[in-house]
Nanobody, 120 residues
Framework: QVQLVESGGGLVQAGGSLRLSCTASGSIFRIYVMAWYRQALGKQRELVAQITGGGTTKYADSVEGRFTITRDNAKNTAYLQMNNLKPEDTAVYYC??????????????WGQGTQVTVSS
């Protein structure tokens, strides 16, 4: 019914940039919050960036000033612009959406993840 699909991951050298995209599809009535999480091998999943429907953003301290989250409500899409990437940013990045559909109340949904690898 609801699907989140991420794209834009890949291999990049330290100092480089990547732009991740996440598109939600299905019988979506409204997306309240969209966020990007990441999980490095052997570590717990952590919040990277979050954006509300009103445009309020929140970032992890480790990415503040380097990453920017935006959203296009008309396209049900969120983006994560990642600049000045560091090896410590290497992880699987997951899109998350807090949304409601025409058939049910609001719930959280996860994408399958996209790998970001930053070489030193």
């Amino acid at each position: 019914q609801v699907q989140l699909v991420e794209s834009g991951g890949g291999l990049v050298q330290a100092g480089g940039s990547l732009r991740l995209s996440c598109t939600a599809s299905g019988s979506i009535f409204r997306i309240y919050v969209m966020a990007w999480y990441r999980q490095a091998l052997g570590k717990q999943r952590e919040l990277v960036a979050q954006i509300t429907g009103g445009g309020t953003t929140k970032y992890a301290d480790s990415v503040e000033g380097r990453f920017t989250i935006t959203r296009d409500n008309a396209k049900n899409t969120a983006y994560l612009q990642m600049n000045n990437l560091k090896p410590e940013d290497t992880a699987v990045y997951y899109c998350n959406a807090d949304l409601g559909t025409y058939y049910s109340s609001r719930n959280n949904y996860w994408g399958q993840g996209t790998q970001v690898t930053v070489s030193s």
